[in-house]
């Protein structure tokens, strides 16, 4: 169940050789705002995993600076869970500095209100592990850096640290800007090093999928 009782569906993919992962998908309006609506329609991030898992990290990087470049944008990322990785897959494609500029990583929770205004009452009722949280962290992200478009990762690489309630593997993504987020939660299976890699594909997917679209509706 979702805050103020909101509901939402939950799709199933396979990442590459990995068990399959679940995926709770919501989109929500403003960094203070409840989830307003399914994401629906013309995002399913399902397929496009499916489409998608037989690229590299370097491949999904390098298309994603076509896009960026293609929509005139600029990108950024907030991590926590992995470290960087998204930052760092993006900066290993040459001229990246033309679309990438800021990247953060806020593992511990003062960095992450420190850098990017996550609230305190936001980590004490839903935790850094949150939709809510990784909406925030985008949001702040975005406005610190003014990139167009910026990916918020906050999750439980393991092998330790998980609970019933968000076991190994729980991993939320937010995609969005300073005013629209859309919130997705992944449950991804194997080692610490293989959740993380798992989750920077996810992020770089979901930015390819949000830049090509804007290139398509210019």
């Known amino acids: 169940m979702l805050p103020n009782g909101i ?24 960094v203070s705002g409840m989830p307003l609506k399914m994401a629906t329609g013309g995002h399913d991030m ?4 499916t489409a998608w898992q037989a690229f590299s990290l370097e491949a999904l990087s390098e298309r994603l600076g076509r896009a960026c470049l293609a929509a005139n944008a600029s990108v950024t ?8 990785g998204v930052a760092s897959a993006i900066t290993d494609i040459a001229g990246s500095s033309a679309y990438f500029e800021t990247g953060y990583v806020t593992y511990a ?10 609230r ?3 980590l ?14 985008v949001a702040g992200a975005c406005c610190d850096s003014g990139a167009t478009l910026g990916v918020a990762i906050s ?10 309630g968000k076991p190994t593997g729980t991993i939320w993504f937010a995609w969005g800007d300073e005013r629209q987020q859309e919130v997705e939660c992944h449950h991804l299976a194997g080692s610490r090093s293989e959740v993380r890699h798992q989750a920077v594909r996810v992020a770089l997917i979901g930015l390819i999928d949000r830049f090509e679209k804007m290139v398509s509706t210019a």
């Open 120 to 122: 305190d009452a936001t």
């Open 46 to 49: 399902a397929v496009t995993l």
């Open 77 to 84: 990322a907030a991590e926590s869970c992995t470290g960087g």
């Open 155 to 164: 999750g439980i690489a393991g092998p330790g640290g998980g609970s019933p």
């Open 7 to 30: 509901k939402a569906t939950r799709r199933w993919t396979r990442l590459q050789t990995f068990a399959k992962a679940s995926i709770l998908r919501i989109r929500v309006g403003g």
């Open 109 to 118: 929770n003062g960095a992450k209100q420190r850098l990017l205004g996550v």
């Open 124 to 137: 004490a009722e839903h935790g850094a592990v949150s939709a809510k949280t990784v909406v925030e962290m």
